[in-house]
C-alpha cells in the first residue's frame, strides 16, 4: 500500500460497516464476512445503517460512487426522482463558483423535507409512492400548512447559505487587502 496515503480503515468510526469492493466488481461486507450485491448496499441505506465503501486494492474510499450507482440504477428502473431539467441545472453548477454552495443548500433542504416527512408519517410497507401520493393528496389542508412550512424553511436554508457566501466573500476580500 502507497505509504503517503493513510489506511483508511483505520480511521473508520467502530459502528461503521466496512465494505470492500474487488477489482472483479464484487462487494464484500466485512461484517457478515459475505459477498453482498447493490440492492444489499441499498437495503444498508433504507435502514439508514452507517458503512463505508473502500477500494480492497487501492484503500480508496468509494462511498459516494456506490451511492451514484444506485441512485443510476433507481433512476432508471422505474419513476425517476430527477426530472430533466433538475438533472441539467445540476449539470450546470460543476465547475460553478456556486458549486459548494448549491451542495450545502441542496444538503439542508434534504434535511428539512426528511424531518418533515418524518413528522407526516412514515410511508406503509407495501403501499407504493403512487398510492402514498394519492394518499397525501387527499390530506390536502394538512399537507398545505406542512408544505408552507416547509417552503419557508428552505426559504431560511438558503438565506443561511447566502449569508455564508458573503462572509466567505468578505474574509476572502481582506485577506486580499481589499475591503467592502
Known amino acids: 500500500m502507497n505509504k503517503s496515503k493513510p489506511d483508511i480503515e483505520n480511521v473508520i ?4 460497516r466496512v465494505i470492500k ?11 457478515t464476512s459475505t459477498y453482498i450485491t447493490l440492492a ?3 437495503g444498508l441505506v ?22 451514484l450507482q444506485i441512485i443510476l440504477e433507481e433512476e432508471t428502473a422505474g ?3 430527477f426530472t430533466e431539467q433538475i438533472l441539467a441545472n445540476i449539470i450546470r453548477f460543476y465547475g460553478h463558483a456556486m458549486q459548494g454552495f448549491v451542495g450545502a443548500y441542496l444538503e439542508k433542504n434534504m434535511q ?11 410511508q ?18 394538512v399537507m398545505q400548512t406542512m408544505m408552507g412550512s416547509y417552503m419557508e424553511q428552505s426559504k431560511t436554508a ?5 449569508e455564508q457566501m458573503q462572509r466567505s466573500s468578505e474574509q476572502m476580500l481582506a485577506a486580499m487587502g481589499l475591503k467592502r
Do not use: C
Request: proline residues 9%; charged residues 20%; glycine residues 6%.
Open 124 to 141: 406503509p410497507k407495501g403501499m407504493t409512492p403512487e398510492a402514498w401520493s394519492q394518499f397525501l393528496n387527499v390530506q390536502g389542508p
Open 46 to 67: 433504507m435502514e439508514a445503517h452507517p458503512f463505508v465503501v473502500i477500494d480492497a486494492k487501492s484503500g480508496d474510499d468509494l462511498t459516494r460512487s456506490i451511492l
Open 21 to 31: 469492493k474487488y477489482p472483479n466488481r464484487r462487494l464484500y461486507d466485512t461484517d
Open 158 to 162: 438558503f438565506q443561511q447559505v447566502q
Open 112 to 122: 428539512v423535507f426528511t424531518e418533515m416527512q418524518q413528522k407526516v408519517a412514515i
Open 40 to 42: 444489499e448496499v441499498k
Open 79 to 81: 419513476v425517476p426522482l
Open 13 to 16: 468510526p467502530s459502528g461503521v
